[in-house]
T-cell receptor, first 114, second 116 residues
Framework: NAGVTQTPKFRVLKTGQSMTLLCAQD?????MYWYRQDPGMGLRLIHY???????AKGEVPDGYNVSRLKKQNFLLGLESAAPSQTSVYFC?????????????FGPGTRLTVT | AQTVTQSQPEMSVQEAETVTLSCTYD???????LFWYKQPPSRQMILVIR??????QNATENRFSVNFQKAAKSFSLKISDSQLGDAAMYFC?????????????FGKGTHLIIQP
């Protein structure tokens, strides 16, 4: 099992450019999440999905869009990147229900917007 | 809304000694889960330990244990026999229970330094 993988690992964008971050998991998890981590801050939830075809906003959704066309993939899009979106982005997933509520994290993507 | 507070931006401990990282949280829920995650320089988020709010017994995992004080809404992490590999950022996190899909709410983290 690869667990949760993220593509790319690093990216530099110019202001106004667009890009898509890909998250993939091979654990058959229903729930998937996108977080961002800024210096001196913990992770903050951007968007999440409870299943194929569904998405919902988290704490800091502005400037991002997401899609979950396949159960195993969760895409995070930036339509017009801004310097404020410079951050490290983490994807996570977990099973539905169960007693543990543990989320499994990908390795992160470091995005710099100049 | 729930909040998680880690009041120690940085802690330093001698190798082989014991260190305690503090975390407090605020919630009106009675069903919830608490976690400590470790983030080494590789930036991978690694689960260290979890605690179910309905369990009175404090969780332990080898050298890691928690002091869960539900009434005080406190959830500290104790690391015994500190090792150089324990050096990392440590994040306290909360999630509401009840079968929902809520994301984790994180504290700002504590940078743990291990002195050889």
């Amino acid at each position: 099992n690869a667990g949760v993988t993220q593509t790319p690992k690093f990216r530099v964008l110019k202001t106004g450019q667009s890009m898509t971050l890909l998250c993939a998991q091979d654990m058959n998890h229903e729930y998937m999440y996108w977080y961002r981590q800024d210096p001196g801050m913990g992770l903050r939830l951007i968007h999440y999905s409870v299943g194929e075809g569904t998405t919902a906003k988290g704490e800091v959704p502005d400037g991002y869009n997401v899609s979950r066309l396949k159960k195993q993939n969760f895409l995070l899009g930036l339509e017009s990147a801004a310097p404020s979106q410079t951050s490290v982005y983490f994807c996570a997933s977990r099973i539905t229900g169960g007693p543990l509520y543990e989320q499994y994290f990908g390795p992160g993507t470091r995005l710099t917007v100049t | 809304a729930q909040t998680v507070t880690q009041s120690q931006p940085e802690m330093s401990v001698q190798e082989a000694e014991t260190v305690t990282l503090s975390c407090t949280y605020d919630t009106s829920e009675s069903d919830y889960y608490l976690f400590w995650y470790k983030q080494p320089p590789s930036r991978q988020m690694i689960l260290v330990i979890r605690q179910e709010a309905y369990k009175q017994q404090n969780a332990t995992e080898n050298r890691f244990s928690v002091n869960f004080q539900k009434a005080a809404k406190s959830f500290s992490l104790k690391i015994s026999d500190s090792q150089l590999g324990d050096a990392a950022m440590y994040f306290c996190a909360y999630v509401r229970g009840g079968g929902g899909a809520d994301g984790l709410t994180f504290g700002k983290g504590t940078h743990l330094i291990i002195q050889p």
